[in-house]
């Protein structure tokens, strides 16, 4: 099947309403292009890059980035659900404002400032990553999982459903809202009256 682009290299390009499906992306590299309604599903991207690129209303459902690459890439009002991360070989500087990114994995990754605003990011996992600095307020982390997460001043402002043990996560600095921020001192086995 077709891989849906015709060149190996793409610079200052806008691709638009290209539709994708089950396919392998091998060896392509876009700077600085941006994705328009670009709708890639099961797709596999093997040693790609994306090098400051900006994903505008797109559809990156279950994309495997194979050894590919992902620096200063931003997706708006993307939806970027069940993506496994870490099969890339360097993902930094990344934002998500007002997307999904449900079902994905960031486990391991060293993503200080990733921009995570406005989005839904259900039953995500941020395993060992280190995300400190980051910025997540008003995001729904509704089951997703911090273990041994490194949050250092990472931004939680009115962010929402999120379950982070202060004892296996490290957070100092890390800003939080209340009420949400009530949801801290579950596991402590304490007993709070209002």
Known sequence: ??????????????LSGIVIS??????????????????????TLERCRFISCKFQDCVLSAIKPTNSFFTE??????????????????VQFLSFTNCQINYSNFRFLKLPKLIVTNCTAKETDFTEADISEGNFEGTDFEGTRFLKTKLMKA??????NYSIDIRNNTIKGAQFSFPEAMSLLNGLEITIDF
């Open 1 to 14: 099947m077709t891989s849906g682009f015709d060149q190996n290299s793409y610079y200052q390009t806008t």
């Open 73 to 90: 890439c931003r997706f708006e009002n993307c939806k970027v659900i069940g993506v496994d991360w870490s099969l890339a070989k360097n």
């Open 22 to 43: 089950k396919s392998t992306i091998p060896d392509t590299e876009f700077e600085d292009c941006v994705f328009k309604k670009v709708n890639m599903t099961d797709c």
């Open 155 to 160: 931004n939680f402002k009115n962010a929402r």
